[in-house]
């Protein structure tokens, strides 16, 4: 069966320090990765996906980035954080359903979520 | 006009009762359609998926009206812990992704 792993749960830290989340994924090969961002009291908001190995999407413009190194890996970066990047980070999969660059609409599975407080 | 808007509740109703939830979108080429169940502070998490001919899954019964451009949950003889906020999420061909609502919070009470 499949599982996704996310790291660390809870992280909190001083604005204008640098960033990095992970997700990785077990018992599928060559999924779809996204990250997400859920804020207090509001609803999830795409910010990257990934139909394969260093092929990254950004949704919406920002102060992250993100990178894929391996087929099942999922990385969230910032070089420098803002307060307005508080929030509950959700790395996500799917099943990869083929086209160069086309994501699909298959169900997507969560991990446990990073929730991120900067100060 | 958001893409997919959901009553935020709070619903709160006693234990055993009937509570339905509808969402709307307003996106004519969505082509999937789910509602997944968020406890709090958890992730997201599958509930069940829409069809076009409906569906059922023991209490829970979702519908789909492509018509009017909405899907519906339906939870009956509520329990304590179906307490949680009820996600509708809409898929879409045209841009291949999903589109999450924000939530309706359902509290069931004893």
């Known amino acids: 069966s499949q599982t996704i792993h996310q790291w660390p749960a809870t992280l909190v830290q001083p604005v204008g320090s640098p960033l990095s989340l992970e997700c990785t994924v077990e018992g599928t090969s060559n999924p779809n990765l996204y990250w997400y961002r859920q804020a207090a009291g509001r609803g999830l908001q795409l910010l990257f996906y990934?139909?394969?190995?260093?092929?990254i999407s950004s949704e919406v413009p920002q102060n992250l980035s993100a990178s894929r190194p391996q087929d099942r890996q999922f990385i969230l970066s910032s070089k420098k954080l803002l307060l307005s990047d508080s929030g509950f980070y959700l790395c996500?999969?799917?099943?990869?359903?083929?086209?160069?660059?086309?994501?699909?609409?298959?169900?997507?599975?969560f991990g446990p979520g990073t929730r991120l407080t900067v100060l | 006009r958001k893409e997919v808007e959901q009553d935020p509740g709070p619903f709160n109703v006693p234990e055993g009762a009937t509570v339905a939830f509808n969402c709307t979108y307003s996106?004519?080429?969505?082509?999937?359609f789910f509602w997944y169940r968020q406890d709090c502070r958890k992730e997201p998490k599958l509930l069940m998926s829409?069809?076009?001919s409906g569906n059922e899954d023991g209490r829970f019964t979702a519908q789909l009206n492509r018509a009017s451009q909405y899907i519906s949950l339906l939870i009956r003889d509520s329990k304590l812990s179906d307490s949680a906020t009820y996600l509708c999420?809409?898929?879409?061909?045209?841009?291949?992704?999903?589109?999450f609502g924000q939530g309706t919070t359902l509290q069931v009470k004893p």
């Open positions: 996106n004519s080429a969505s082509q999937s």
């Open positions: 990934s139909v394969g190995i260093g092929q």
């Open positions: 996500a999969w799917s099943i990869f359903r083929g086209g160069p660059a086309k994501i699909s609409t298959d169900t997507q599975y």
């Open positions: 999420v809409i898929g879409s061909s045209n841009t291949g992704k999903l589109i």
């Open positions: 829409v069809y076009s």
